[in-house]
């Protein structure tokens, strides 16, 4: 039955619209970082809306919006093939799998977005319904099985007056604002005047929002280390110890800061052992408290945490990573899959890391912050799930398994973006980069580029007040999409069930 819709589908989807989907989704995914190219951004989702006006049937429109997110995803997140390279002899040839399914899976949420607007709607008005069920499936794509927003719409506009946004509707309600103010434009021919005026309407309301307020300095200093341990090397039992001691050497420099922060896994043994090495990275930060990233062991599970070291070398305060990576640091049905050999990627100790509790706000010696180990900087969600609202964020993460060309910087778009939606500083501290001081208004103060050895002794800023997306999360936009894909479904039900 299923093979029989794939057919009438590709029967309706003739090749030159079905290249069209492929190369309009790649076309759109280079307005992400590091290329920010958005004079292509019109041209693609003016081409999605054609996709959706011209489909013949919801099982057209559904390849069609398969194909345009098999083109963004394929192209936009590349970089997944980065990690396979590490060891190439054992995992080169899972690469194009895992970019294919990766890719194939993600294009699925919008092939459903594209299908249910041609179901349930007819004419012009399938351009603002695909706009408010595309950001619904957007949202699935956040929370579902754990969820992988990367990639999101909002993150175009990091470094753009529309990212002023970002703290009032948060990065749904940016990606709702984008599809809203381009897809029409594919109606430019029919009705010129209607077609513009959506995109006209978002300039003008994001060069109305005013940009944040510049945060004051707290006249704390903050000393981040970057010791760029390449991934191939940064377990190798002949180089893994030169990485420590060039983040120790780091560490000693004067004049002293009021914490030093290391980065994801930046020592390279358990914590349950590590006393002496720990004794000697407090020596060298001359009582200066040290926030670094270890793995460690309890009760037959092992953690991926950020632990605070104390003037002695004594773990003071520790953070368990809560939310982690399906396939690189745990693996569903762990235990069965290890019988056959399968195991975490990144994780180095066991089958796999478990999962931390949850969000939850550190005392360090500058203020209070929530710790955000690597991935967990991707969900805005997550960061608005602490209990009480911390004076800062700090992510460490380890981005050399992502290679040098694309992934590193989108991780650091998302960065800046959080800071932005909660109107909080973040340190960031990255092994090979980009480790950096982020403004609460999402400017990078200072800076390590990516593959580079060193360290910043950045000024922290102070927080600014609470945000309108920190007080309300994702729920007003979701409302939103929600209440106008019902509207839809209800004007067009007789159409739709005679169909």
Not at 182 to 207: E, G, Y
Not at 413 to 434: D, F, K, S
Request: charged share 10%; hydrophobic share 55%; glycine share 10%.
């Amino acid at each position: 039955m299923m093979s029989l819709g794939l057919r009438r589908a590709a029967r309706g989807l003739r090749l030159a619209p079905a290249a069209l989907a492929v190369g309009g989704g790649a076309l759109l995914s280079l307005a992400l970082a590091p290329w920010h190219l958005l004079f292509g951004l019109p041209v693609a989702l003016a081409a999605a809306g054609w996709l959706i006006l011209q489909a013949a049937s919801a099982r057209t429109a559904a390849l069609a919006g398969w194909l345009f997110g098999l083109g963004y995803f394929a192209f936009g997140l590349s970089w997944i093939i980065e990690p396979f390279q590490i060891d190439p002899e054992r995992h080169a040839w899972m690469a194009p799998f895992a970019l294919v399914f990766l890719a194939a899976g993600l294009a699925l949420f919008w092939g459903a977005a594209f299908g249910l607007t041609a179901r349930f709607s007819r004419g012009a008005w399938r351009v603002p319904v695909l706009a408010a069920v595309w950001t619904l499936a957007e949202f699935a794509r956040a929370y579902l099985l754990t969820g992988f927003p990367w990639a999101g719409f909002g993150q175009f506009w990091i470094d753009t007056p529309a990212a002023n946004l970002l703290p009032w509707i948060g990065p749904q309600g940016l990606g709702l604002l984008t599809l809203a103010a381009f897809l029409p434009l594919a109606l430019i021919r029919q009705t010129p005047l209607a077609a513009a005026a959506p995109l006209v309407l978002s300039a003008a309301a994001a060069a109305a929002v005013p940009a944040p307020q510049r945060a004051e300095p707290t006249g704390k200093t903050v000393r981040i280390v970057q010791p760029n341990a390449p991934q191939n090397l940064k377990w190798h039992p002949d180089h893994r110890w030169e990485f420590v001691r060039r983040s120790v050497a780091f560490s000693a420099g004067a004049p002293r800061p009021d914490l030093i922060v290391w980065p994801e896994t930046a020592v390279p043994q358990l914590l349950n052992y590590a006393g002496d090495t720990l004794q000697v990275i407090s020596d060298s930060a001359g009582g200066v408290p040290v926030l670094l990233g270890i793995q460690r062991e309890e009760a037959g599970a092992y953690y991926n945490s950020a632990v605070l070291l104390d003037a002695d070398g004594m773990a003071a305060a520790t953070y368990d990573k809560a939310h982690l990576v399906p396939f690189g640091e745990y693996v569903p049905f762990g235990d069965l899959m290890a019988r056959f050999g399968i195991y975490g990627f990144a994780s180095q100790a066991g089958a796999g890391y478990a999962a931390g509790p949850g969000a939850q706000v550190m005392e360090l010696p500058v203020g209070s912050a929530l710790p955000l180990i690597c991935y967990e900087a991707v969900f805005p969600q997550d960061v608005n799930a602490a209990e009480t609202r911390p004076q800062m964020l700090v992510q460490i993460t380890n981005d050399a398994w992502f290679g040098t060309r694309s992934g590193p910087y989108q991780h650091l778009v998302q960065a800046r973006m959080r800071a932005l939606e909660q109107g909080l500083p973040m340190i960031r501290a990255a092994n090979t980069g980009v480790s950096a001081m982020i403004a609460p208004d999402g400017a990078l103060l200072d800076s390590l580029p990516l593959g580079e050895a060193g360290y910043i002794d950045a000024a922290l800023p102070e927080a600014l007040p609470p945000t309108l997306y920190s007080r309300t999360g994702d729920w007003p936009v979701l409302l939103l999409c929600l209440l106008s894909a019902g509207a839809a479904i209800l004007r067009h039900r007789p159409l739709a069930l005679r169909s």
